[in-house]
């Protein structure tokens, strides 16, 4: 075996808190339940084991032995036609229902997590939080512009934070539509720093 299984592995209470393993022998046991899950019974070698986990091919021996020992797994030999010389080794999961039953669980978290995602996503995406005058007057000094704080602030409370008929998506970009707007006007007057017509929005950033 060539290629590394891409499948899920499991390591099952019993095995996990089976003190007679050590924690190498676990390991084993998972890689065994992740190949038997793309196949019936896991056909690896000792060899194939050993490479991956960088180990003789004895210690690998070992290790499968001691799950046998201790019923976690069975082994069955198939042999080259008409000799005793072992053709392939074959191992299997005993309970093989905890498996599908463990598969069925590890879907369904996987669909309910991928929903919560999405669902997260959907509510975060687009939402709005309104600013307060102190955190528009910061954001206007940090941009040395003239836009007061205030008039800003009430300018778009009177309006629901409304842009037209959509909901204000980005407050920042506001302010630097009302400080280009204010560049335009010429106005020297420092003391109001934004001035508008009458019933007009002056965007949501779009420029």
Known sequence: MKEKP????????????????????????AEITALCNMNAECFASNKYFADLYKKEKGTISGWVSQLVKYGYV????TYKE???????????????????ISKTLCDKNLKSNTTRTNTMNSNTKGSFKKPTIIEIKQYCTERKNNVDSETFYHFYESKDWQI???KMKNWKSCIIT??????NNN?????????HTKGQDYGDGSF
Not at 7 to 27: F, G, P, Q, T
Not at 178 to 183: L, Q, T
């Open 178 to 183: 009302w400080e280009k707007s204010s560049r």
């Open 74 to 77: 069975e082994v069955r030999y």
């Open 187 to 195: 106005t020297n007057d420092r003391t109001t720093s934004h001035r």
């Open 6 to 29: 891409n499948y899920y592995a499991i390591l099952s209470a019993e095995v996990r808190y089976d003190d007679r393993l050590k924690a190498n022998v676990k390991l084993l046991y």
């Open 82 to 100: 008409g000799t005793r010389q072992i053709s392939h080794r074959y191992v299997k999961i005993i309970n093989k229902g905890m498996l599908k």
């Open 164 to 166: 037209g008929k959509e």
